[in-house]
């Protein structure tokens, strides 16, 4: 069973410092829509901080008890995914599943896409994505594998988080992708 | 060759009604990045209104010739591949590739995501779409063919436009998607 984490902290931002970045609402959306359509049923959305935690729990709470749930309840199920959590430590203590790591640059000993969806099939394993410009050295070194970077065609490779975490999510478990 | 158009018009509201839709900045930015990434080099932004045509090209400006270009590049060139146009008969009359139509409904005579595939090694292609609820029956009917939906795991497909443009790049043109 796949799940997703969102990380916002350590994160990278473009000189190479480690920061924590603010939790978007769009890309709590995106994200939930994707998990929901894949048949995904957790989406952690990490953050250190209180007050961002709060803000995520607002938005979730217009389409899960508010007014957004009546106007729109396909959201109100996707937001069902949801879980607003401190850190990986956090991450941890509430899954057991083999932690690996998205990375756009290439890092030594990284498994393969087959690899990934064979860990995948054979248990529980949660894809972390970082935000910014990508996940610190110290988030990479908490994982328990990094998958290679997804490959497009040459060299500008700057996904947005989200545009990453439906690709990667359809690389192991899109349903139709492998018909002929 | 591939190329991406995004079309705000016609398509269809919640409700079922044919509509424009607003252009948005996140799309214009999520577009453009992935579309260079996987080497492509148009993405067409369609929609029948000036003023909103108008909204595009300041997003644009900013990044190709303002302070955005300069506080980052990257963003820069990547918006190089954006073309606003008005309407479908205008994109047919500056591509001659064959325009497939993208759709979350099963559509009778839908080719396979293989065949996508064998069309773009073979020539130009040109994959539509919708914003909204999706491409308007009459959006439909112009295109040469319609390509099946993404299917997931489960009845919840309810992808975002930005998801459904990446994932479906992805699986024509996925560099390492396909490694052991």
């Not at 952690?44 to 709060?54: A, E, G, K, L, T």
């Not at 756009?104 to 054979?122: N, V």
């Not at 500008?156 to 139709?176: C, E, S, T, Y």
């Amino acid at each position: 069973m796949l799940s997703i984490a969102l990380v916002h902290w350590p994160c990278l931002d473009k000189n190479g410092d480690v920061i924590a970045t603010a939790i978007t609402n769009l890309d709590l959306h995106d994200g939930a829509r994707v998990c929901l359509t894949y048949g995904i049923n957790t989406l952690y959305i990490v953050h250190p901080y209180q007050s961002q935690r709060d803000f995520a729990a607002r938005i979730m709470d217009h389409w899960l008890t508010g007014f957004g749930g009546e106007y729109n309840p396909l959201r109100k199920r996707a937001f069902e995914v949801v879980r607003v959590i401190d850190d990986l430590a956090a991450l941890r203590a509430q899954s057991a599943a083999t932690v690996v790591a998205t990375s756009a640059r290439r890092i030594d000993g990284a498994i393969s896409w087959a690899e990934l969806r064979g860990l995948d099939a054979q248990g529980d394993v949660c894809l972390l994505f970082g935000t910014g410009w990508g996940l610190a050295p110290q988030a990479l070194a908490q994982a328990d594998a990094v998958v290679e970077p997804i490959a497009g065609r040459g060299d500008f490779n700057h996904l947005p988080v989200r545009a990453a975490m439906a690709i990667a999510i359809d690389r192991v478990l899109g349903g139709n992708r492998w018909d002929t």
